[in-house]
């Protein structure tokens, strides 16, 4: 069965838009985390947020926000003011502890922020 | 600085062969995973290990092989059974209660 459901394939916005990146994830274990990552062209996997299944706080990191709603088994990333910079293809990812912590990822949304 | 090494950054290898792509730590960290990662999609698990000397197939195994002689090191062999190995090849490393750390990646292509 799917783990995470990342239904945006491609967003393309134009700079300086907001713009909202939606997962869905499916577990049955209380205990679990969930990431965001950032690839960019070069490959590399940059980590952006980790949030376990008992903080159900947003966060806010500068233009970054992650909204983690357990009800509806949710974890979307918002970037306010977008950049150029911003454009790469974008994962979220779940562990979780009666799978030994290893990550599922979900398919990926490319983010294209147009100048 | 801490991290992750993964070498080498491109792989060429022929039909048949057998190629070990290396990941190295010195994170300490007990558990090491690798993925792969096809165009356009997600990262798939092949192996992991969460301590030395043992490992566990991940979701697509077959055509692969790795060992966990030292807590260091976990290469990972893509034998000739792997019948598209093709693709963009992620290390990565974690502790627990902390995050995931990954590697710049091994790209393998088939010639």
């Known amino acids: 069965a799917q783990k995470v459901t990342q239904a945006q394939t491609e967003i393309s916005v134009v700079e300086k838009e907001d713009v909202t990146l939606d997962c869905v994830y499916e577990t049955r274990d209380t205990t679990y985390y969930l990431f965001w990552y950032k690839q960019p062209p070069s490959g590399e996997l940059v980590f952006l947020i980790r949030r376990n299944s008992f903080d159900e706080q947003n966060e806010i990191s500068g233009r970054y926000s992650w909204n983690f709603q357990k009800s509806t088994s949710s974890f979307n990333f918002t970037i306010t003011a977008s950049q150029v910079v911003d454009s790469a293809v974008y994962f979220c990812a779940l562990s979780e502890a009666q799978r030994n912590n290893d990550m599922r990822f979900g398919a990926g949304t490319r983010l294209t922020v147009k100048p | 600085d801490g991290g992750i090494t993964q070498s080498p950054k491109y792989l060429f290898r022929k039909e048949g062969q057998n190629v070990t792509l290396s990941c190295e730590q010195n994170?300490?960290?007990?558990?090491m995973y690798w993925y792969r990662q096809d165009p356009g999609q997600g990262l798939r698990l092949i192996y992991y290990s969460q301590i030395v000397n043992d490992f566990q197939k991940g979701d697509i195994a077959e055509g692969y092989s790795v060992s966990r002689e030292k807590k260091e090191s976990f290469p990972l062999t893509v034998t000739s059974a792997q019948k598209n190995p093709t693709a963009f090849y992620l290390c990565a490393s974690h502790s627990r209660g902390g995050g995931y750390t990954f590697g710049s990646g091994t790209r393998l292509t088939v010639v």
């Open positions: 994170l300490n960290h007990d558990a």
